[in-house]
């Protein structure tokens, strides 16, 4: 199946305001799991990072499900094409910025 077929299905079946909450949420959950992940970077403790690695690791599919979604929602092909857009101008600003220190 499709990712967009999945996200009809999310959308028709739950809606676009309980996607938008899950939405809010799992970005939350995401931020939460990063800095949390920095803090067990910082202990050195090897366990602790792999375990919180693996939390961010789930996190960001979660999010990466509902950037879709809300992607699905409000255009893919425009999202797609600013994304790029922001995509070259980041890459434009490194390669200045690499040029800059050599």
Do not use: H, P, W
């Amino acid at each position: 199946m499709k990712e967009e077929e999945y996200y009809k299905i999310l959308l028709d079946t739950f809606g676009q305001e309980i996607q938008f909450q899950c939405a809010i949420e799992e970005m939350g959950e995401l931020l939460q799991a990063i800095c949390k992940y920095k803090r067990k970077l910082a202990t050195g403790d090897k366990q602790k990072i792999e375990k919180a690695l693996e939390n961010l690791q789930e996190e960001i599919a979660d999010v990466a499900i509902n950037i879709g979604q809300l992607s699905y929602m409000f255009g893919q092909d425009k999202i797609n094409e600013i994304k790029q857009y922001k995509l070259d101008r980041a890459l434009k600003r490194a390669e200045k910025k690499n040029m800059e220190e050599n």
